[in-house]
């Protein structure tokens, strides 16, 4: 379908629905809203204001005659959680961002006849957009509310998203989803180097120290010895005083100088990586924590920091130039951030992102508005750092970030949960790896409570994904062979020029067979009981 205007129009806003039936018009204005339309080439220009109350939701719709013998392809809101999918057609399933729809299958090399339509949104938008197929046409919704109640736009034309509708023919699924991938973030913020090495929460899960870390550290440099490319080691939580939270000002009694642990690590031959969650502030009743006041937090969590207001964006800023320019760590991983803020993890987001009924404190921009402010204040006082998103929303965060985790957490005890999790995640969304930003899928966790045999086979994926690797191998676990398995693999992740592309992904959720460099491979993902899922459910 080629792009147009919308057929329909509705805007939501804080006391009533203006529907336009019959849009096609490039302004369409009641007494308390207005909308606009620039359409040009293949994008079409959404904007939206409302002038006395707050602005909701903006739905459009394309009525069309759809193809019916197709699979689809959505997108998630943040990460995914091992249930990205190629589906059959669901007129009431919800896809954040983007949408695939395409005839035919990957596991067939002959393309002839194929055909890909793409509809998404161009990155950082200033609303959350999701998307509904059916067979008589398109929906789009765009979240333009702040928090859980309309935003107060006073009648700024806010330019909601770009929208964008392209068709691929004769190619593989794969390739049309990954240069529409291309399309929708044409300038990326990629690192200067490809980035890789480890990091420790896999098997140290929040229980570390000083020397553990050299321990870490150390490994991984004799692992790279000799590499151009210089790796990472990256502390995870547990190097401040409080658990998961703050402050982040200092480390606990086992890591008592942060500063002087980055020079060790540096000496040792890596680049040393910290963790941080930065809108947390959870600690009651306790000396390590830091008295902020009331206005700080969010209306709807008060032991969260509320990121539209200035001070707590300084408080960011600060924070993240004493980790890089005051301590000297080159990367910066921060976690839970679409959490903190909304409440609900991405699996719990159907079309909302958040409840109803709450505000920001600034209460005349949108959501992705705030969010998107917050990534750039961290990009803008991360002094060169390579920063890691984790939880984060990954068409916001595109062009602002170099790394995104776009997935949930691997384990280093459950192999089931790394099969689902970082398989799903690496062969559904490693189409915005170097297009959104370098895709993490998540780390290989080598605690010896995984058989080789099968962490070997997500090592080799991983390295030969083109994407970043992170490893987090408990010292001493591996033998001789498989530590020289662990330094091919990193020197593959070194330079990362390698092309993995799923061939099953339209049949499964656990894709097993891949063309690398034009070459199959295949994988098996389960033990001999199969898929333990269930089993680690009830140990």
């Known amino acids: 379908m080629k792009i147009r205007i919308p057929d329909y129009a509705c805007l939501y806003h804080d006391t009533k629905e203006e529907f336009f039936n019959d849009a096609l018009a490039n302004s369409l204005k009641s ?86 339509e793409c509809f998404g949104v161009m990155v950082q938008p200033n609303s959350i957009a999701t998307w509904q197929y059916d067979t008589k046409g398109v929906t789009l919704w765009l979240d333009i509310r702040n928090g859980g109640n309309g935003t107060m ?82 502390i995870d939580d547990g190097w401040q005083p409080n658990p998961v939270d703050a402050p982040w000002d200092t480390g606990n009694e086992r890591f008592p100088d942060m500063r002087g642990l980055a020079d060790e690590m540096k000496a040792l031959g890596v680049r040393p990586g910290i963790w941080v969650r930065y809108l947390i502030n959870g600690r009651d ?13 969010l209306e709807r969590h008060k032991k969260v920091f ?62 992705a508005e705030i969010v998107k402010n917050f990534y750039k204040v961290i990009k803008d006082n991360a002094n060169g750092a390579v920063i890691i998103g984790c939880n984060c929303i990954g068409h916001l965060c595109a062009g602002l970030h170099q790394l995104n985790r776009t997935g949930d957490d691997t384990s280093g005890f459950e192999w089931s949960r790394t099969a689902k999790m970082g398989v799903n995640t690496l062969a559904f969304r490693n189409t915005q790896n170097g297009a ?38 408990k010292p001493g676990v591996l033998n001789e062979k498989e530590l020289e398995e662990l330094r091919e693999a990193y020197r593959v992740a070194s330079y990362q020029a390698d092309e993995f592309i799923p061939l099953d992904w339209m049949e499964t959720t656990n894709p097993e067979r891949y063309l690398l460099n034009g070459e199959e491979v295949t994988f098996n993902w389960y033990t001999k009981r199969g898929n333990e899922s269930f089993a680690d459910t009830i140990k």
């Open 31 to 116: 007494d308390d809203c207005e909308i606009k339309f620039e359409l040009s080439g293949n994008k079409l220009k959404v904007f939206a204001t409302t002038y006395k109350t707050g602005a909701k939701y903006l739905q459009l719709r394309w009525n069309n005659e759809m193809r019916k013998d197709v699979r689809v392809l959505g997108d998630a809101y943040e990460r995914g959680y091992g249930d990205l999918q190629w589906d059959t057609i669901r007129p009431e399933r919800m896809m954040p961002w983007y949408m695939a729809v395409s005839n035919g299958s990957d596991s067939v090399l002959n393309y002839t006849g194929r055909l890909t």
């Open 153 to 234: 736009l006073g009648g700024r034309m806010l330019e909601c998203a770009t929208v964008i509708f392209k068709e691929y023919k004769e190619v593989s699924a794969y390739k049309a989803v990954s240069e529409f991938c291309k399309e929708m973030s044409p300038e990326p913020y990629l690192p200067e180097h490809k980035v890789y090495g480890s990091n420790n929460w896999y098997y140290a899960y929040g229980k570390s120290s000083h020397e553990e870390i050299i321990a870490d550290t150390r490994l991984v440099a004799e692992m790279c010895k000799g590499l151009h490319n210089i790796p990472y080691m990256v």
């Open 285 to 297: 009743n306790t000396e390590r924590k830091i008295e902020k006041p009331e206005y700080w937090y």
């Open 306 to 367: 509320d990121p539209s207001h200035p001070e707590v964006l300084n408080y960011v800023a600060k924070t993240t130039q004493r980790l890089t320019k005051e301590w000297g760590y080159e990367l910066i991983k921060h976690d839970f951030s679409t959490f903190d803020i909304f409440g609900w993890w991405g699996f719990e987001m159907n079309g909302k992102i958040t409840w109803d009924k709450w505000s920001f404190y600034d209460k005349t921009k949108t959501s």
């Open 436 to 473: 959104f930003f370098m895709s993490d899928a998540d780390c290989v966790g080598i605690t010896g409570a995984i058989s080789w045999e099968q962490n070997k086979e997500w090592l080799f994926a991983l390295s030969r994904s083109g994407s970043p690797l992170f490893v987090s191998c």
